[in-house]
């Protein structure tokens, strides 16, 4: 919740003036996402008092236990009809808070985006390095022959959506309660946040792991807040901002840059691209030694 602070005339200004700065300074920005970022999209989050979790689930088991593995294999027809009603807004639009981080993106100072959404919208609004921690809904896949399958089929489908070559359950590319997130993506964020000199955590309350455990990879004052409820990082993070994650994002980021960032950015960019030759052609010597 917004606290009484923020409410004072100023202090929403100042914080935002605050961010701005440290925007312009930094030039390694990464930002780590959860639900909030999206319910200005109109899609639900999950723990909120208005949240997935605490709507009726239509049978007589909780949201909660629905969405996990044993579920799925138990009940996969339940499970169907839940995930359809409940998880599934293939119509919804990316707001501004994707929006500005597309836009920071490409002005070379968002070098990746680590969500636990599974609804493409970062994608949608432009960014190109995003960390789908948690899947997507628009990546399905036949669980007996691998074969992949748009959205538009499972929606379609009548109950359960069956394969066509083979008749296996086509279940989604996300992962359920109980399953453990892709190595690979785990070990993609945790390099970003090794290598990052900004962390902007916004739209998550931190109590999903292991997303919540994310920060110890980067020292608190190098971390900012943005997210209408309380996280158990707010007292230590260098900047806490309680208030819309679209209002302030869309603030925050400029909306192009002035010749002397251009010229920052491209020397920045420069650096990176001399790194990258670097560790290219360490890596072919060692390959070829070894």
Do not use: W
Request: aromatic residues 8%; glycine residues 6%.
């Amino acid at each position: 919740m917004e606290t009484r602070l923020d409410r004072y005339e100023g202090v929403r200004e100042n914080k935002i003036n605050q961010l701005k700065e440290l925007i312009d300074k930094y030039d390694n920005i990464v930002f780590l996402g959860g639900a909030g970022v999206s319910t200005e999209s109109g899609i639900p989050d999950f723990r909120s008092g208005d949240g997935i979790y605490n709507q009726e689930s239509g049978f007589a088991y909780r949201p909660v236990d629905i969405i996990s593995h044993s579920f799925f294999v138990e009940h996969p027809e339940e499970f169907y009809d839940f995930y359809k009603r409940k998880l599934l807004y293939p119509d919804a639009k990316p707001n501004k808070a994707h929006y500005a981080l597309a836009r920071l993106e490409r002005q070379g100072k968002l070098m990746a985006i680590i969500t636990q959404n599974i609804d493409r919208l970062h994608q949608d609004a432009g960014s190109k390095n995003t960390i789908e921690l948690h899947g997507s809904v628009f990546r399905n896949y036949c669980m007996d022959c691998g074969k992949k399958f748009k959205l538009d089929y499972v929606v379609e489908s009548d109950k359960v959506p069956r394969c066509d070559k083979c008749g296996g359950i086509v279940r989604p590319g996300i992962t359920l309660y109980e399953e453990n997130l892709e190595h690979d993506k785990v070990d993609a964020a945790i390099k970003a946040l090794k290598k990052c000199d900004l962390l902007i955590i916004g739209g998550t309350s931190l109590t999903v792991y292991p997303a919540a455990t994310f920060s110890q990879f980067i020292k608190h004052d190098r971390i900012v807040i943005i997210n209408k409820s309380s996280t158990y990082l707010d007292l230590s993070a260098m900047l806490t901002i309680h208030d819309s994650i679209g209002y302030v994002l869309e603030s925050a980021v400029p909306k192009r840059r002035s010749p002397e960032q251009l010229e920052h950015a491209r020397k920045v960019a420069a650096k990176r691209e001399a790194a990258k030759k670097r560790k290219a052609t360490m890596d072919a010597r060692k390959e070829k030694e070894g």
